[in-house]
């Protein structure tokens, strides 16, 4: 298995939990096809939005294929024809980064962090 922090991606064989069961991120299966880290998501709770839209019918499925020591291209196909009238598709190198990575969302907007600056920089200046 492979953890990340939201979810858990099986790479044993085993099937998708059923129909019934519904999951934030949905219930990820993975496999690998050559050099390909294929992965797909099905079972997403109802209330869980990508751009404005339910994804509880929503099929994600994910590459990932190495092609260096510091890049990956990754893939991500989404078909759900209650939602889109075909599949399609996103494709992004991913290349290696020094330090840490922090997700987008914990820190969009992030209005908390600007004040707490502002104050360090007028502080700094009455020094």
């Not at 953890?3 to 939990?17: K, Q, W």
């Not at 997403?44 to 890049?71: I, M, N, W, Y």
């Amino acid at each position: 298995e492979m953890i990340n922090e939201t979810r858990v991606i099986s790479l044993d064989g085993r099937p998708h939990v059923a129909s019934s069961v519904r999951q934030w991120n949905g219930d990820s299966r993975g496999r690998w096809e050559g050099d390909t880290l294929v992965v797909e998501t099905t079972n997403f709770d109802a209330k869980q939005v990508f751009r404005g839209f339910s994804v509880e019918t929503l099929q994600l499925v994910e590459r990932f294929t190495r092609t260096g020591p510091d890049q990956i291209d990754y893939q991500m196909t989404l078909t759900d024809p209650e939602t889109y009238s075909s599949p399609w598709t996103v494709a992004l190198p991913m290349m290696r980064s020094e330090g840490p990575v922090f997700e987008y969302a914990c820190h969009e907007g992030n209005l908390g962090m600007e004040g707490i600056l502002a104050g360090h920089r007028a502080e700094e200046a009455s020094q």
